[in-house]
């Protein structure tokens, strides 16, 4: 739990993330999430491994204050990973304990993406019919 709070606490906000130019990940956690805490070493790990090219964001998901943010995202199973491109696209979310190998993946694919390839792993796509572009939950996304 500690690795996965500290995660939080060093994370940039989702908006500070998005104004890097960068791809984004959004990791979405709960304190009570066996699979987060699986997932929670990987994922420093990645964070290291693609410093300086991708930009990770740690929310707990359980937490009202992120309410706006779990709404929006549609996070209804956890660890949810979303995956935003450098434009503000959310391509698709993966949900649970995801293999190193497939999250290397996917984050190779989301740096390189061209903007008409889908990444290789697709999974949740909370976006489906509706503006795959996110921002800050009082602007972008229209929340008031």
Known sequence: IA???????SSP?????????????????ADWCENCKVMAPRMVALERQYAGRVE???????????????????????P?????STDGQVLT??????????????????ISWNGRDELPYVGYDAFEGRDRH?????????MS
Not at 13 to 29: K, M
Request: aromatic share 10%; no cysteine; charged share 25%.
């Open 80 to 84: 949810h990973f979303a995956f935003i």
């Open 93 to 110: 979310a993966l949900i649970g304990n995801i293999p190193s190998y497939a999250m290397k993946e996917e984050i190779d694919a989301l």
């Open 13 to 29: 906000s989702i908006e500070d993330a998005l104004a890097s130019g960068r791809p984004v990940i959004v990791d979405f956690y």
């Open 56 to 78: 990770f964001v740690t929310i707990d998901g359980a937490s009202s204050k992120n309410s706006d943010w779990v709404q929006r995202f549609k996070v209804d199973g956890i």
């Open 134 to 142: 996110i921002g800050t939950p009082t602007t972008r996304l229209g």
């Open 3 to 9: 690795l996965l709070r500290e995660a939080e606490t």
